[in-house]
Structure formats: structure tokens, C-alpha cells
């Protein structure tokens, strides 16, 4: 007979399409299957610390209905690390970057959870791999819709970030056409371009800028050029947030000091868009997606890749593989350790077929 009786469920990290159908997966899994009580820990490991009610029973029940919804029903927090926490006591008095993992552990044993899937990002995993050297017994499942985690094949959220994306650029591709404007499109995708490659691919897109491939503007310009020569006289440019010029840097938007990755893209596609209006003698204009792309229904793919990674998690920890993360390998689920898996990110690669195919069917990358 396993240890294992009660389990605990937390997302944590910005939110992603598909969180809410890990949720329900882990939990139908962990009753259903292993007849396992499940407790959900409201926003992330503030709701660890904090313990009391950030502590809820998840049934059947509450699990229904939110397969198809974005979001989390557990709530979220991008700040908190138990391991470096800031916080303000009863008494109003300020405690700075404190180790308070110990209450963290204490809050799971209080409320009798033996076991956790954590679900959440490199922030939120690099927590979770210390929480299971200091003994918890966790699983973590990978989510953004960056697509950029090395271990993992795809990650949940991905395919609905993109979907969105495409079905922005087909509707901006209306104005463009009607009104002979150049409209570049920015997507998210921090450091990595795989959101706005395929949704270039997928949109028909003339041009797409992406991190890995450091642009020249004029190039975007003479391909819009090119285009008009032959009669088009539109184009879509899809930019990725993370894009940056040959000489030059990434744009920043914000500054989150007391976020453990402080930088936020965003202001590309105004910059890109200003430029070719310059050169291209047609009007240029922005539009910028943002979290639109992290919002909405979630894709039939999502929901089934974050169903297989719940019910996965829940069939790992019942047979004792802890401290690792659930990973999609080819088409198959495996496993890598937390150890290995946290600070590895991929990126396009020049000889994948990603910029394989938007290089052959004539997408300007700017190069
Ligand atoms: O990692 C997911 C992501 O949406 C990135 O694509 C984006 O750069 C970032 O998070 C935005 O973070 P926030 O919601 O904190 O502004």
C-alpha cells in the first residue's frame, strides 16, 4: 500500500491556458483512480505559507466544467519564493528575503498532504526542486506558453497562445488589405521565438522577427517592397517581443523589481513598425496582443496534452518517482529529474523546421 493518502495541487507563475485542465486531471486521477483525497493551495506559495484557508479540498465537483476555461480556479502569484521571502508579520513589521520554506513544510504536514503537483514555470519549479531536497514528495508539470523548456517536447498553453495569435492576424489582415497598411503584429514568447514563428506560419505572415535571428530592418523593408512590385499592397509582420535589431538590444517595458525575473518585454512592434513606415512608403502600424494570447478558451490540444501531464503527475507520484517533472518526449510522456530540467531553455533553431519551413515558403526573417 502507497504512503501516499492525500495530495496537494498548486499553480503558481503567470497563468497559461490549460492550468485549470491539469487541475481537473490531477484530481479526477487522484480520486478516481487511486481513491487519494486532494487539496488545492490557492495562490501559489503565498497560499504555502500562509496556510488556513489558501488550503481547499478539491472533489469531483469542483473540478467540473473547467476543462475548456484559461486561468487557474487555485489563483496565482508570480513573487513568492519561500526560500527568499518578503513578507509583513501581524504586527506590521517587514521581514526581507527570509528562508521561510520550514513553514511552508509544516502548512502540508498540518493539513495531512503527502505528496505535491506543482505546476508552473522555471521560478515555480526551481521552488519546487528545493522543496523535494528538503524531503517534500513533488511532481512538477511544465507550463508556459513560451513553448521554451528544454526537457519537454511542448508545453500546455503553447498551441492555445498560438491559435490566438493566428486568429488575431487573420483579422488584422482585413485592415491591412482595405486600407494598404503594413500591420505589424506583437507577439509574447519572452526570450524565444516559438509563439511568433508559428503564428506566422499559420497567419500567412510576410515577415516575422524572433529572438534568435537578429534583424535588419531594411531587409523587412525590401521584402514589403518586393511584394508591392508584384501588386500586394499589404503586409503582416509578425514581431516577437524578445526580437532585437543586429546592433542593437531588446526593447523592455517594465521593470518588476520584486519579481525573481524582473524584465518585461513589450514595445518592439511600435519601434519595427515606426521604422518601416520610413521605408516602405506605405502606413505601418502596431498592434500588440499581450496577454490576450494567455486568455480565452483553451485548444482541444492543450486541454489533452495538460490531461495526459495531470494524470501522469498523479500515476508518478504513486509510484514513488518524486522530485522530477513531467515531460513530453516525441509523443510519448516521460520524466526528468527537477534537478536537471531548471534554467534549460531551448530556442528556434536555425536548422529545425521551424525556420526551415517559414524560409522556404518565402517569410522574410529579417536576415
Ligand atoms: O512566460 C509567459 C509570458 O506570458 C511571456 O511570454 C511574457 O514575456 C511574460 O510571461 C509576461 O509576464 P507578465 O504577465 O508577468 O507581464
Not at 253 to 271: F, H, M, N, Q
Not at 301 to 319: K, W
Request: charged share 25%.
Amino acid at each position: 500500500m502507497s504512503e501516499i493518502k492525500r495530495i496537494g495541487v498548486m499553480t503558481a507563475g503567470g497563468d497559461c491556458p490549460g492550468l485549470n485542465a491539469v487541475i481537473r486531471a490531477v484530481t479526477k486521477t487522484a480520486i478516481q483512480k487511486y481513491g487519494l483525497e486532494v487539496v488545492g493551495i490557492k495562490h501559489g506559495y503565498r497560499g504555502l505559507f500562509l496556510g488556513g484557508d489558501e488550503f481547499v479540498n478539491l472533489t469531483l465537483d469542483k473540478v467540473s466544467g473547467i476543462i475548456s476555461k484559461g486561468g487557474t480556479i487555485l489563483y496565482s502569484s508570480n513573487k513568492d519564493n519561500l526560500f527568499d521571502y518578503t513578507y509583513t508579520d501581524e504586527k506590521g513589521v517587514e521581514h526581507k528575503n527570509v528562508d521561510m520554506s520550514d513553514v511552508g513544510v509544516e502548512n502540508l504536514k498540518k493539513a495531512g498532504i503527502d505528496a505535491m503537483v506543482i505546476i508552473g514555470g522555471d521560478g515555480t519549479l526551481t521552488s519546487g526542486r528545493d522543496f523535494a531536497r528538503k524531503g517534500v514528495k513533488v511532481i512538477g508539470v511544465p507550463k508556459t506558453i513560451d513553448n521554451d523548456l528544454a526537457a519537454t517536447e511542448t508545453t500546455f498553453g503553447f498551441d492555445t497562445a498560438v491559435a490566438t495569435a493566428t486568429e488575431s492576424i487573420d483579422r488584422l489582415r482585413t485592415t491591412a488589405e482595405s486600407h494598404s497598411r503594413v500591420i505589424v503584429v506583437e507577439v509574447m514568447g519572452r526570450y524565444a521565438g516559438f509563439i511568433g514563428i508559428a503564428s506566422a506560419i499559420a497567419g500567412g505572415c510576410d515577415a516575422c522577427l524572433i529572438p534568435e535571428v537578429p534583424y535588419d530592418i531594411n531587409k523587412v523593408a525590401d521584402a514589403i517592397k518586393a511584394n508591392r512590385a508584384r501588386g500586394k499592397n499589404f503586409g503582416l509582420v509578425v514581431v516577437a517581443e524578445g526580437a532585437k535589431p543586429k546592433d542593437g538590444e531588446v526593447v523592455v517595458s517594465k521593470v518588476v523589481e520584486d519579481s525573481p525575473d524582473p524584465i518585461r518585454l513589450g514595445g518592439i512592434g511600435t519601434v519595427v513598425a515606426d521604422q518601416l513606415e520610413k521605408l516602405v512608403g506605405l502606413e505601418c502600424r502596431a498592434t500588440i496582443l499581450g496577454h490576450v494570447q494567455r486568455g480565452g478558451t483553451t485548444t482541444a490540444n492543450d486541454r489533452i496534452l495538460s490531461t495526459r501531464y495531470g494524470t501522469y503527475a498523479v500515476d508518478l507520484l504513486m509510484e514513488g518517482k518524486f522530485g522530477n517533472m513531467v515531460a513530453l518526449k516525441g509523443a510519448e510522456l516521460g520524466y526528468e529529474s527537477l534537478e536537471n530540467v531548471i534554467g534549460a531553455n531551448k530556442a528556434v533553431e536555425e536548422d529545425g523546421y521551424w525556420l526551415k519551413t517559414a524560409r522556404n515558403i518565402g517569410i522574410c526573417m529579417g536576415d
